[in-house]
């Protein structure tokens, strides 16, 4: 089920035009691409999603050890050009964590809500080089360190051509890139058996 759609950079709710779900108001941000998110995840959302999303849907692969998949939001209507993936599980260093794996076309804006960042795109926090990496669908993609709040850990590269963001809570879930991560794309595989955990606390930007 799909709730009210936010604003990608704030997660604000929007004031949205009859008869047209591609652009909508937010009272902080002006027009924006509406951000849509599940209020439960589930394998036929997923599917509904990403069977036309013009960017991937990220997941560990394998899913870590007591971790699962919590949420999943998208923007751009038809062929999603942003898309959320929440996570969920056991911290590396004890506690629990969140990650959020963010696809997404330039000029959404949709990872730097998540990152807190003030602008659409990461632009010159793209500097020097690399602090981690993944690989993604069997390409290894470069990191960088985003500057953020100091309850998170931001990094972003590129990806299938498109921005690829990876969001934790608390900051010391960065360490769950000490070994490079491995990234399925789900347009390509939703394998029947992947977790599915209650809704992510850091589903949508702003929270």
């Known amino acids: 089920m799909s709730a009210s759609p936010v604003c990608p950079r704030c ?39 990403t069977v036309d999303a013009r960017v991937p849907a990220w997941v560990p692969d394998p899913v870590p050890s007591g971790w699962s998949v919590t949420g999943l939001a998208w923007g751009g209507e038809p062929g999603a ?8 599980g056991p911290a590396p260093l004890g506690g629990s964590a969140e990650l959020v794996l963010v696809a ?3 000029g959404m804006g949709v990872g730097c809500g998540y990152a807190g960042l003030p ?8 500097t020097g080089p690399s602090s981690a990496a993944v690989e993604a669908a069997g390409q290894r993609a470069p990191l960088w360190a985003v500057p953020t709040s100091d309850d998170r850990a931001a990094f972003v590269g590129e990806a299938y051509g498109v ?17 490079e991560l491995r990234l399925l794309d789900l347009r390509d595989r939703l394998y ?16």
């Open 11 to 49: 997660g604000e709710p929007l004031v949205v035009r009859p008869g047209d779900s591609a652009v909508a108001w937010c009272h902080v941000h002006g027009v924006v691409t509406p951000l849509h998110h599940t209020a439960l995840i589930a394998h036929d959302a997923i599917a509904a999603v």
């Open 163 to 179: 921005w690829l963001w990876l969001v934790m809570w608390p900051m010391s879930a960065g360490w769950l890139l000490a070994e």
């Open 119 to 126: 602008g659409l795109d990461p632009g010159d926090v793209i």
């Open 81 to 88: 050009r942003a898309i959320v993936v929440g996570c969920a």
């Open 192 to 207: 029947p058996d992947l977790p599915l955990g209650p809704p992510s606390e850091h589903l949508l930007p702003g929270e």
């Open 104 to 106: 997404e076309e330039p």
